[in-house]
C-alpha cells in the first residue's frame, strides 16, 4: 500500500551540505509521522530524526543535532532531511520509514531501499 523512495544521497566533502528527499506514495502519507534512519557499514542501524504528521514536532539523535534538519511537504507526499556541515562519520545509508503510531514509539512498518551518502576528508 505505501512505497518509500529515498534520493539525493552521494559523494560529498567534509563540512558540505546534502539534503536526501523521500517521496511516498499513499494517500495515507499526511496523516503519518516519518523518520530517518541509517546504518554505517559494521555497525547497527541507528535513529537519526522524525517528524509528526503535521511537521509540528521533530525528533534528532543527540549525534546529529544542530547539523540536520527534518522537514515535509504534505502536499508533495515528501519528507526531506537537510544534512549540513557532513562528518566523515555522517556515512551511512540512510533510510527513511513511516512511523504508524507517531515519532515516540518504535513502529515502523514501511522502509525504502535507502540512499548511500559518503563523506570524504
Known amino acids: 500500500q505505501v512505497q518509500l523512495a529515498e534520493s539525493g544521497g552521494g559523494l560529498v566533502q567534509a563540512g558540505g551540505s546534502l539534503r536526501l528527499s523521500c517521496a511516498a506514495s499513499?494517500?495515507?502519507?499526511?496523516?503519518?509521522?516519518m523518520g530517518w534512519f541509517r546504518q554505517a557499514p559494521g555497525k547497527e542501524r541507528e535513529f537519526v530524526s522524525c517528524?509528526?504528521?503535521?511537521?509540528?514536532?521533530?525528533y534528532y539523535a543527540d549525534s546529529v543535532k544542530g547539523q540536520f534538519t527534518i522537514s515535509r511537504d504534505n502536499a508533495k507526499n515528501t519528507v526531506y532531511l537537510q544534512m549540513n556541515s557532513l562528518k566523515p562519520e555522517d556515512t551511512a545509508v540512510y533510510y527513511c520509514a513511516l512511523a504508524r503510531n507517531g515519532c515516540r514509539r518504535n513502529d515502523y512498518d514501511y522502509w525504502g531501499q535507502g540512499t548511500q551518502v559518503t563523506v570524504s576528508s
Open positions: 517528524i509528526s504528521w503535521s511537521g509540528g514536532s521533530t
Open positions: 499513499g494517500r495515507t502519507f499526511r496523516t503519518y509521522a
